[in-house]
């Protein structure tokens, strides 16, 4: 009478071996499930806690910072550089004078640019212009940029607040 089922090198031998090998299994995904997990939860703690204990920004009264070098800064050009946590302009005049303002727009906040062609400062978010002095002078705008004090400290063109 033919067997309908063999145990052959998939029978009871290889059962026994399932048997063994299915705990192993789940012990290694328990272990990869767990890994994953505790990746998770350090990473969402790691960002909250960045959330709630910021990093250490400058202190705002002594921004000071080297905004460019004058032999590598043309008359009638413009040049943003970061000042403290927020942009700021620094521009030569065509006459050759160092001027610097903050570089955020007193209409809506967008970063303003110097337009050497109009000899002004222009934001292009809603066409806002100021002239060479960060006046308010056609667009939106109500207010003028926030001025800085320049010094050219040999060729160092150095930035702060002014007192
Ligand atoms: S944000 Fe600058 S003109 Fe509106």
Redesign the pocket.
């Known amino acids: 009478m033919p067997r309908l089922h063999s145990e052959g090198a998939g029978g009871v031998g290889a059962r026994g071996a399932e048997g063994t090998a299915e705990p192993a299994r789940r012990a290694f995904m328990a272990i990869l499930l767990g890994g994953g997990l505790t990746t998770l939860l350090g990473s969402m703690l790691y960002s909250v806690g960045r959330y709630v204990i910021p990093p250490e920004a400058p202190d705002a009264l002594s921004w000071k910072v080297v905004a460019a070098k004058a032999n590598d800064f043309p008359p009638n050009s413009g040049k943003i550089f970061r000042f403290g946590n927020r942009p700021a302009i620094l521009i030569r005049t065509a006459a050759g004078d160092f001027r610097a303002f903050s570089a955020v727009?007193t209409?809506?906040?967008?970063t303003?640019q110097y337009r050497p062609d109009l000899e002004r400062i222009w934001?292009a978010?809603?066409?806002?212009q100021f002239d060479i002095f960060g006046r308010n002078i056609a667009?939106?705008?109500p207010r003028p940029l926030e001025a800085f004090a320049v010094a050219v400290q040999g060729d160092d063109i150095v930035v702060s607040r002014k007192a």
């Open positions: 727009c209409h809506l906040g967008c303003v934001c978010c809603h066409n806002g667009g939106p705008p």
